[in-house]
């Protein structure tokens, strides 16, 4: 089976076995908001995201009172995330951006995504998908991991990996893709003890990086 053929047959068996693959992200349908939580996650889960991002909201309630918000007190709030001090700076950088930039909109255009202070590819492509509709191959730990383990890539650059997918999956197809290969990255193909014998991929994975 070639690998593009195996990429389709990977999506359509995730798709059966997780029929609620969806992003993770709580936001309460207001689009910056998805944004910045997407720029919260990286390093973390969605799980610590969700569980911080109401407090900032509280708090916070508007890009205005983020944007202008005193650093300290952004930095307290989503501080049990890690890298704190970067990611305050970003989502305060990005609630400035949409004020001055959009008027408060979040943009389609990729292009114009990474303009957002703290936006790269994984964030633009979470937010393009979710907000928007349109396919995105959404590069986070885990379609990074499974990729690999599939035989689907031989890189651990995400953007390489984006592109090497692209080759793979249908554009209709990309999006699902990211959440179920997402949710069985969390659940079985796990980062240190997969559950192979488990695992309903299991006739079509080479296991590449496990002994």
Same mark, same amino acid.
């Given at each position: ?40 996650? =990286?390093?973390?889960? #969605?799980?610590? /995201?969700? !569980?911080? %991002?109401?407090? @900032?909201?509280?708090?916070?309630? *508007? ?72 396919? =995105?191959?959404?590069? #986070?730990?885990? /379609?990074? !991991?499974? %990729?690999?383990? @599939?035989?689907?890539?031989?890189? *651990? ?55």
């Amino acid at each position: 089976m070639r690998a593009s053929e195996r990429a389709v047959e990977i999506v359509r068996i995730l798709s059966e076995e997780y029929p609620g693959a969806r992003c993770m992200l709580e936001y309460g349908k207001v689009p910056y908001r998805l944004l910045l939580s997407t720029i919260m996650s =990286a390093q973390t889960t #969605d799980e610590a /995201v969700n !569980r911080v %991002s109401p407090a @900032l909201w509280e708090a916070y309630p *508007d890009l205005v009172s983020l944007a202008g918000a005193p650093r300290p007190e952004v930095e307290r709030i989503i501080h049990p995330l890690g890298f704190f001090r970067a990611k305050s700076a970003s989502i305060q950088g990005a609630a400035a951006w949409l004020l001055e930039n959009t008027g408060g909109r979040v943009p389609e255009s990729f292009d114009d995504l990474l303009r957002i202070p703290g936006v790269g590819r994984k964030t633009a492509n979470v937010v393009r998908a979710e907000l928007h509709g349109l396919p =995105a191959l959404i590069v #986070d730990t885990h /379609v990074k !991991r499974l %990729s690999f383990r @599939l035989g689907l890539t031989a890189s *651990d650059d995400p953007a390489r990996i984006e592109t090497d997918l692209e080759k793979l999956v249908p554009p209709r197809s990309r999006t699902l893709f990211s959440h179920s290969v997402g949710f069985h990255g969390r659940r079985v193909c796990t980062a240190r003890k997969p559950s192979c014998a488990a695992c309903v991929l299991a006739s079509l994975c080479p296991r590449k990086g496990l002994a």
